[in-house]
C-alpha cells in the first residue's frame, strides 16, 4: 500500500488553525518572506510529500459581524500574499515537490490563466498543478467587478466552458514539435502547427492561438475541489485528484464511492483519479506528550476568529448568535458543503460553541494525535474506510507541525513501506504523483475535444 501526502497551506500567517499563530514556534513573523516558504517547501519534500498544495481565496472574510474587521484582528486568512507568484522560488529550491496552486475561474480571463499556467509549467518542469476553484465570497465579487456572486449553480456551468478554453489553448493550439528553434532556417515556430481555437460561447470569446507554447505537462495536473452535486460533477468532468474534506472516514467513503461510480458513467477509468483528504496531525514520541501538545495548543485557540473562518466559508454571520444556540441550515451562495457538514450532520445538533472549538485546530477535517505508531495507524484506517489515496496535511503550529512529520511520521511510514518512493530523476507531477505519463490521459474529456478547423 502507498499513501500520499500533500502539504496543505497557505501565504497567510495561518491557515486551518485561527489563533495558532500566537503558538511560541510559530515562525509567523517571517510568512512573508521568500527563505520561510523555501525552508518549508524542502522540509516537506524531504518527509517524503508529493506536493505543496497552496489555498487560495480573492476576497477577504468580511461576513462575520458584517465587516473585515475580525479577520484583520486575527490574521485569518489575511493577509494574503499570492501564491502563483512564489512558486518559481520554491522549485529552484527543491528538485521534485509539486506545487498546487489554487486559481479561481471566476474573476480572471481563461487566456491570461492559461498563459500564466503554462509559464509555471516551463519553470518548475511540469510540477504544476492546479486547483480549480469557483470561490465563494461576496468580497470577492464586489472587489472584482461584480456587484454580488454570481449564483452558484451557474458559477459552475460557466466554469465548464472556462475549462472547454483552457483545454483548446493547453492541448489544441500549439502541435508537439512546433517550436524550431532553427537558427539554419530562421524559422522559430513552424505557423503551420499553430492553430487559432476559435471559441465562441455562452460565456467566453477567444478567437486566437495560445501565446506560450505547451510546458512539460501541457495541462497541469488538475486538482479539484467541489463538494456540493453540481461541484461534484464538475470534479467527474474535469479532475485528476479530488481534495474531500470529513472527520468521518465512513461519510467520505461514499463520496468516493459515488465519485468513482459517476467517473464510470463518464467513460473515465475511476481509478485513475485519486482521492486526498484533509487531516492535521498533532505528534510527538509518545502519546501523553502528544495530549500534552494538543493541550497547549488549545491554549492559543481564538474562537471569534473560528467563526470569522466559517463564516467567510459559509456565507453565514454567527455573531448575533448565544453560544448555546444551535445553528440552522440555510440556503447561500457559499460555499454549500461547508456549512451542511454542520447543519445536516446525522450524529449530532451543532452549537455556536461546538462549532467554534471544532474549527479552531485543522479546521473542518480530522485531528489526529497520538505517537508516530498510533499516528500512521489511523491514517491507514482511515484511507481503508474511505477508500481515499493519500492526505493534505494542515499544520496547526507553522512549520513546527511539519518538521514533526519528517521527524516522527517520516520514518515509521518508510518503515512499514507506505511512502511513494521519492523520485530519483526529474519527473513531472502528473508522473509522481498519479503514475501517469505527463499528459492528460486519453480518457480525460480534454482530450476528446475537437481540434478546432483550420
Ligand atoms: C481541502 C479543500 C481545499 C479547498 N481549497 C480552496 C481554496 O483554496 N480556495 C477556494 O476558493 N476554495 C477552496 N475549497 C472549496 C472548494 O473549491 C469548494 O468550493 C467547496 O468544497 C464547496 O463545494 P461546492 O463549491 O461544490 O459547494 C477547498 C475545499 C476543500 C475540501
Known amino acids: 500500500m502507498t499513501i500520499y501526502f500533500n502539504a496543505f497551506d497557505m501565504l497567510v500567517p495561518v491557515h486551518q488553525s485561527p489563533g495558532l499563530w500566537r503558538h511560541p514556534e510559530s515562525r509567523v513573523e517571517e510568512f512573508d518572506t521568500l527563505h520561510y516558504w523555501t525552508e518549508l517547501s524542502q522540509t516537506v519534500e524531504r518527509a517524503g510529500f508529493s506536493c505543496l498544495f497552496l489555498a487560495d481565496i480573492p476576497g477577504v472574510y468580511d461576513v462575520y459581524g458584517g465587516t473585515a474587521e475580525a479577520a484583520a484582528r486575527g490574521g485569518v486568512q489575511y493577509p494574503l500574499l499570492d501564491p502563483q507568484v512564489i512558486v ?65 449553480d451557474e458559477r459552475y456551468d460557466r466554469a465548464d ?3 472547454e478554453v483552457m483545454y483548446k489553448l493547453f492541448e489544441h493550439s500549439i502541435d508537439d514539435g512546433a517550436v524550431l528553434a532553427d537558427k539554419s532556417t530562421g524559422v522559430f515556430v ?85 482521492f486526498f483528504a484533509m487531516a492535521t496531525i498533532i505528534v510527538a514520541e509518545t502519546e501523553a506528550l502528544a495530549q ?8 492559543y485557540v481564538d474562537t471569534a476568529s473560528a467563526l470569522t473562518l466559517f463564516g467567510g466559508w459559509t456565507g453565514v454571520d454567527l455573531s448575533d ?57 489511523e491514517l491507514v484506517r482511515f484511507k481503508k474506510i474511505s477508500g481515499v489515496d493519500g492526505f493534505n496535511i494542515s499544520a496547526a503550529v507553522r512549520p513546527a507541525d511539519f518538521e514533526r512529520f519528517e521527524e516522527f511520521v517520516t520514518p515509521e511510514l518508510r518503515r512499514r513501506g507506505l511512502l511513494p518512493e521519492s523520485p530519483d530523476h526529474p519527473v513531472t507531477l502528473r508522473e509522481s504523483l498519479l503514475q501517469e505519463g505527463p499528459h492528460l490521459r486519453p480518457d480525460h474529456p480534454a482530450r476528446r475535444l475537437a481540434r478546432p478547423a483550420p
Open 321 to 377: 448568535l448565544d453560544e448555546e444556540d444551535v445553528i440552522a441550515d440555510v440556503q447561500t451562495e457559499a460555499n454549500q458543503s461547508a456549512l451542511a457538514m454542520f447543519t445536516r450532520d446525522p450524529s449530532k445538533r451543532w452549537t455556536v460553541r461546538d462549532v467554534a472549538e471544532f474549527v479552531s485546530i485543522g479546521g473542518r477535517g480530522p485531528l489526529i494525535v497520538g505517537d508516530p505508531r498510533q499516528v500512521v495507524d
Open 190 to 274: 513552424d505557423p503551420e502547427r499553430v492553430h487559432p481555437i476559435v471559441h465562441q460561447g455562452r460565456w467566453f470569446t477567444v478567437p486566437g492561438e495560445m501565446l506560450t507554447h505547451p510546458g512539460p505537462q501541457r495541462t497541469p495536473l488538475l486538482f479539484q475541489a467541489g463538494s456540493s452535486a453540481r461541484g461534484q460533477q464538475f470534479a467527474v468532468d474535469h479532475g485528476e485528484a479530488i481534495f474531500v474534506i470529513s472527520s468521518s472516514p465512513e461519510r467520505l467513503a461514499r463520496q468516493v464511492t459515488d465519485t468513482r461510480a459517476a467517473l464510470l458513467q463518464a467513460q473515465r477509468d475511476p481509478e485513475s483519479v485519486k
Open 292 to 299: 500534552a501538545r494538543l493541550e497547549e495548543y488549545r491554549q
Open 88 to 152: 518559481p522560488a520554491l522549485a529552484a529550491a527543491t528538485t521534485h515537490l509539486g506545487f498546487g496552486l489554487t486559481a479561481s475561474v471566476t474573476y480572471e480571463a481563461p487566456y491570461a490563466l492559461a498563459r500564466r499556467f503554462a509559464t509555471l509549467d516551463h519553470l518548475t518542469g511540469g510540477r504544476i498543478a492546479w486547483n480549480i476553484v469557483t470561490s465563494y465570497q461576496d468580497s470577492a465579487a464586489r472587489n472584482l467587478g461584480l456587484t454580488e456572486q454570481i449564483p452558484h
Open 161 to 163: 466552458e472556462y475549462l
